[in-house]
């Protein structure tokens, strides 16, 4: 009994000791190495109140971030959109002091990483390079470190405008169970389709439909999948529109097209990012100058379907990135052009968005990554 008690008392003092810390990480297109790249802020999920921790220099236009299943690593698309070049960087975090520490960098395999995500089994990174028209899946260290590229996939495919001239894959996404990924491809109008098997050396390899062609002149850019994976839903920057896909065995059908903006005439309305609330009710799309909005749609939970509910405001000038936090009580919008990152509270009920008050100065802001660790002081 003695022991049981001793045990008790030790697990309490441990959980006081113990403390949830949230974690907002800010890419950004900084242009200059002298300027901050990437910025950590605490985010209080009671108020949404966000205080700044640490930034980080000496990195070049660290334009989008992912994190390692644990936490402990943060990876970068780096020197994006710089003429020329691109990079993979990965980044130490100290959970306790809430500062990265370099680790490493690799080549991207061809100029201008936009996106990368991360396997879950944490051994592998692929990314997304929009100029350069590819994808290449690296290597990843149980100490972080990026390996030399183990596959490069270059394409070479064109579309209707002069935009789309050539491919400009601009996201790499992982299927909920990880065994596919999807890369909307900008410049082509069409969306990709790979399988991934973590434990083979080249372990991206196209599927047995590799593609799915979406309406010319669309430009399919980001997209999201549905929790219970049934179904994907992308936005296609150049349209204006998201297409809700049914989805199954990495197959994708288009169901339904609707609009993410408000404009009766133009061609590019320059959509941006997308994501689905957490438990699946609502989703939210971006679209950026001259309209700065994000949409919010209903979602019908046994066909897919959409139906649009309202819009707001992004507090901003181009939303390029936005997230919802875990709980699902938070929308963050990163709004790149006026540099900076506004909070917003959700109606978990309704979907509906309004305003906080809350908002921080980050120059280009351009990705927005939350993350909870358990810090031990």
């Known amino acids: 009994m003695k022991k049981l008690r001793h045990l008790f008392w030790l697990f309490l003092m441990y959980s006081s000791l113990a403390q949830a810390q949230n974690y907002l990480f800010i890419g950004s297109y900084n242009w200059n190495k002298e300027k901050e790249g990437i910025y950590v802020y605490r ?9 700044f921790v640490s930034s980080l220099r000496d ?21 994006a959109r710089t003429p020329g070049d691109g990079g993979m960087s990965s980044f130490a975090f ?3 002091r809430g500062a990265l520490t370099f680790i490493s960098r690799q080549p991207a395999g061809s100029e201008n990483p936009v996106y990368t995500a991360v396997h879950k089994s944490g051994k592998w990174l692929i990314n997304a390079c929009y100029t350069g028209g590819s994808a290449a899946v690296f290597p990843l260290s149980d100490k972080g470190v990026i390996g030399l590229a183990a596959q490069v996939f270059l394409f070479r495919d064109s579309s209707l405008t002069e935009r789309q001239r050539s491919s ?51 430009g399919p850019r980001h997209i999201t999948i549905h929790p219970n994976q049934r179904f ?28 993410a903006h408000f404009r009766k005439e133009g061609s590019d309305f320059n959509s941006a990012d997308i994501h689905l609330s957490p438990d699946g009710r609502f989703l939210y799309a971006s679209t950026r100058d001259p309209e700065n909005i994000i949409v ?29 936090d875990p709980s699902g009580k938070y929308l963050l919008a990163a709004n790149q052009l ?40």
């Open 296 to 324: 919010i749609f209903r979602v019908n939970s046994a066909s897919g379907r959409l139906t649009s509910i309202g819009r707001q405001p992004s507090g901003g000038s181009h939303p390029r990135n936005f997230v919802i």
């Open 59 to 79: 990195v070049l236009n660290p334009g989008y971030l992912a994190l390692s299943p644990d936490g402990r690593y943060v990876y970068a698309c780096t020197e």
């Open 43 to 51: 985010f209080d999920t009671a108020t949404g109140g966000l205080q």
């Open 94 to 96: 100290d959970s306790v």
């Open 168 to 218: 400009h894959v601009h996201s790499s996404v992982f299927s909920l169970d990880h065994h596919q990924v999807l890369l909307p491809d900008l410049g082509a109008d069409k969306i990709r389709c790979f399988t991934f098997t973590d434990s083979s050396s080249r372990p991206l390899q196209a599927a047995a439909a590799p593609f799915i062609r979406t309406v010319p002149g669309s």
């Open 338 to 377: 006026s540099g900076n990152v506004v909070v917003f509270r959700r109606n978990m009920r309704t979907g509906r968005l309004r305003k906080t008050g809350i908002s921080i100065q980050a120059p280009g802001a351009s990705c927005l990554q939350l993350r909870s660790y358990h810090v031990t002081r």
């Open 232 to 259: 994907v839903y992308c936005i296609e920057e150049m349209s204006g529109n998201v297409v809700a896909y049914t989805y199954h065995n990495g197959q994708l059908q288009a169901q339904q097209t609707i609009r």
